[in-house]
């Protein structure tokens, strides 16, 4: 198996080293003349030496060098006790990015001063990232320089270890706050938070200037149109081989390809159709990509405009003696150009709609009255699926000890549980208790005359008084293992002591990371003593 591993790393070691000399070359698919280094390192205090977080090499046509780095920052913004965040520019020549490209290789990451890179970073291949579109978005381009004339390639060495905090309980919050000062600065516009996998990489960026294209759909939308023009530096054409294809419903509607190796291309394809157009433009002689696009042409615009009525306006009358005015309107429709709306795409897009709704649905379970054997079957089966979770958190204003029995304590790895509760709404649950310390007290007993409580790794904290803040929803949340993956969180729909007693949904959140994040900062406020109901 090792061996197997080190044949494939070599193979992909030694076509990286093709790629990188085939994409330098002038004219393949730019000019470049020089190259802009962007790293993002931390300095670690204790042992005066600094680590790659992240680090840029992007190759471009300006001829200037820089002979000194820029600071980003203006100076090291402090993370922790121990590490420190620094990010800094330099402008190389090529011939020093190609030495540092050889030293990175041999585990040396130094082109001004050293630093500390990954034992385990792994060279990869030319991979290619096309352009980023409102409909089409391309993550990977957040950590890019913008290349304003198309597509990029990257030659990438990544961190198989991802050591950086990786023993840190709070490592989480370190990497956010990382990325959120690295977001801030607008001189490089990176955002690592989106494209997190990255962190501790290298890559080398080769923007695609070779080629400017423009595509365009033919009133019949049948016929499209294809226009490119070449570099400047450009002395003779290259021989291109152009693909269209459109497709809908999962199916190609439209397909047709050219071969030109014309210096003025100004093509026209009959294709078929022109819904979702893909076209992708390569050099036959090289085999590289030089343009690959998805298309969606706006074939109408519809808006609603509002007329006022002249009527008396509807009043709202609040408890304090103050009073709102809505003022009615009529609301009309506009359609330009006004073309029926129930065309044969129209109706296929809307049932794929329908369908994609349906097919992305189905981690809920809705619930009625008279089904809490159900409903805790449901959430006992999330827990026993998430065994590879770092921890489940239990987030519910009316949580006692005997909703956590029914529903953690069904987990049988041993995974820490973080609960938090509110004293003030679950005292009402026992109409007999009287203060705080009373409620731990019934709360402990319950644990030990109900479980035996064997292999539970259990802190449940309460909110009280004037420690953290009130909160209404209930949500059950799987922290991952890796500080950078996003959490799974369920919002629970009702509490956990009525759970599938009335009608409400158990369903996955869309915005997990928040939800993780909100938890964390009430548990920071509320992880003392005066706040622990109980602990195993």
Same mark, same amino acid.
Not at 161 to 173: C, Q, T
């Given at each position: ?186 001189? &490089?516009?990176?955002? /690592?938070?989106?494209?997190? +996998?990255?962190?501790? *990489? %290298? $890559?080398?960026?080769?923007?695609? @200037?070779? !080629? ?52 003025? &291309?100004?093509?026209? /394809?009959?294709?078929?159709? +022109?819904?979702?157009? *893909? %076209? $992708?433009?390569?050099?036959?002689? @090289?085999? !590289? ?65 329908? *369908?994609? $709704? ?179």
């Amino acid at each position: 198996m090792i061996e197997h591993e080190n044949i494939y790393r070599n193979a992909k070691k030694l076509r990286a080293n093709k790629d990188f000399q085939q994409l330098l070359t002038q004219g393949n698919i730019a000019f470049y003349s020089g190259c802009e280094v962007t790293q993002i390192f931390l300095f670690d205090q204790l042992n005066k030496k600094a680590i790659n977080y992240f680090t840029l090499f992007a190759f471009d046509e300006i001829d200037k060098i820089d002979d000194k780095p820029r600071f980003l920052l203006p100076k090291l913004k402090k993370i922790d006790s121990r590490y420190s965040l620094g990010v800094q520019q330099k402008r190389i020549p090529i011939d020093t990015a190609k030495r540092v490209f050889e030293d990175i290789q041999n585990g040396i990451l130094n082109y001004d001063e050293s630093c500390e890179i990954s034992k385990r970073l792994v060279l990869l291949p030319k991979t290619y990232v096309p352009a980023s579109s409102e409909v089409f978005p391309v993550l990977l381009n957040l950590l890019l320089k913008p290349n304003y004339w198309g597509d990029n390639y990257i030659i990438e060495f990544f961190d198989e270890s991802k050591e950086l905090f990786v023993s840190d309980k709070n490592a989480r919050s370190k990497f956010d706050h990382i990325n959120k000062i690295v977001k801030s600065i607008s001189a &490089i516009k990176m955002d /690592l938070s989106t494209a997190h +996998d990255r962190i501790g *990489n %290298i $890559i080398f960026q080769f923007p695609i @200037t070779i !080629l400017k294209t423009k595509i365009s759909s033919e009133k019949d939308s049948v016929n499209l149109r294809i226009q490119a023009r070449y570099h400047p530096k450009v002395s003779k054409a290259k021989n291109l081989h152009i693909e269209m294809f459109t497709t809908y419903d999962n199916i190609i509607s439209g397909f047709n390809a050219i071969d030109t190796d014309s210096k003025e &291309i100004n093509n026209v /394809l009959e294709v078929g159709d +022109d819904n979702n157009l *893909n %076209i $992708i433009l390569s050099e036959k002689e @090289t085999g !590289l990509i030089l343009r690959n696009s998805k298309i969606i042409f706006c074939k109408s615009a519809s808006f609603c405009g509002h007329i006022g009525t002249g009527m008396e306006p509807r009043t709202i009358r609040f408890k304090d003696g103050k009073e709102k005015k809505i003022e009615l309107s009529y609301s009309h429709r506009f359609i330009v150009p006004d073309t029926r709306e129930n065309n044969y795409y129209n109706i296929i897009s809307r049932r794929n709609q329908n *369908n994609e $709704i349906l097919l992305k649905s189905g981690d809920y379970k809705l619930l009625k009255s008279n089904q809490r054997d159900d409903a805790l079957e449901y959430i006992r089966k999330k827990i026993r699926s998430h065994s590879n979770a770092a921890e489940i958190c239990l987030w519910d204003p009316y949580l006692t000890a005997k909703d956590i029995i029914e529903t953690l304590y069904f987990e049988d790895t041993g995974i820490p549980f973080r609960c938090i509760t509110s004293y003030q709404k679950s005292k009402t649950l026992g109409s007999h208790i009287q203060s705080f310390e009373q409620f731990c007290v019934e709360q402990k007993k319950y644990f030990e005359n109900h479980s035996n409580n064997l292999y539970i790794k259990m802190k449940f904290l309460a909110q009280h008084n004037n420690y953290g803040w009130k909160f209404h929803d209930r949500f059950l949340i799987f922290v991952p293992q890796a500080p950078t993956d996003l959490p799974i969180v369920y919002s629970l729909g009702t509490s956990v002591n009525i759970i599938g007693k009335n009608h409400h949904i158990i369903q996955k959140v869309t915005n997990p990371k928040k939800i993780l994040e909100n938890f964390e900062e009430l548990w920071k406020s509320l992880d003392n003593e005066n706040c622990i109901v109980t602990e195993f």
